[in-house]
């Protein structure tokens, strides 16, 4: 939490924009707190600390643009993506799950996975990579970036405009973010027998090695 809101104050409107690109399309950026870094920019213009129309359009740029060149680096490297070995950045998983979450859900899975962790880095990569058109992508990510990155964004400089005190319950109110958005992944976990041996056989092994530590 603190780390979020010093990260912002010092990098300003182009940290927020890297971390939103990156995070929208880019598989750096799997693991970055987007959701909650634009809760929390949010609040902070709120204070007077960032401008929220500056915050607004930079997000919005920043998510869609992201998701462009997601969608060009699916499209360029098509089904080898399936074939890539896994390393830090890159599991296979996630984009097999990714890839089921993009044929169950079509063209509103772009939309969807704008709320969800790890799928929305990989929605538009996957999208790319299958048979999607672009113009329709297009109408998806504009969309998304709308109701994510400015909603997320608004949300944030709404609470800290109204509720007295609302820095105090910053960090439950992230919490509470983080965890509704990585709820969908969770229950696709316990619903599936392989996710769910996958996720024991990485437990087992954390403490294995916390044991020989």
């Known amino acids: ?10 990098t300003g409107y182009l940290g927020i924009f890297a971390v939103i690109f990156m995070e929208s399309g880019v598989l750096l950026g799997l693991f970055f ?43 360029r490297i098509g089904p080898r993506i399936f074939k890539k070995e896994d390393s830090f950045f890159f599991n296979k998983r996630h984009i097999e799950r990714a890839h089921l979450f993009y044929e169950k859900y079509g063209g509103r899975a772009v939309l969807i996975a704008r709320f969800m962790p790890i799928v929305r880095t990989l ?4 999208a790319g990579v299958g048979t999607m058109k672009y113009r329709n992508f297009v ?11 400015i909603g997320v ?34 229950i696709h976990i316990l619903r599936s027998k392989e996710d769910r041996e996958a996720l024991m056989k990485t437990i087992r092994r954390v403490i294995e090695r916390l044991w020989i530590i």
């Open 33 to 75: 707190p987007g959701d909650s870094l634009l809760f929390i920019a949010g609040f902070l213009a709120s204070q007077d600390i960032l401008d929220i129309k500056i915050l607004c359009g930079i997000a919005f740029i920043a998510a869609v643009f992201g998701d462009s060149v997601g969608y060009m680096f699916g499209a």
């Open 1 to 10: 939490m603190f780390d979020l809101v010093t990260f912002i104050k010092i």
């Open 153 to 186: 964004s608004g949300l944030g400089y709404y609470l800290g405009s109204i509720i007295p005190g609302v820095d105090q319950y910053l960090i439950p109110i992230v919490i509470g973010i983080i965890a509704l958005s990585f709820m969908p992944t969770i």
């Open 139 to 149: 109408f998806y990510n504009v969309l998304g970036a709308v109701l994510w990155a």
């Open 123 to 126: 929605a538009p990569i996957i």
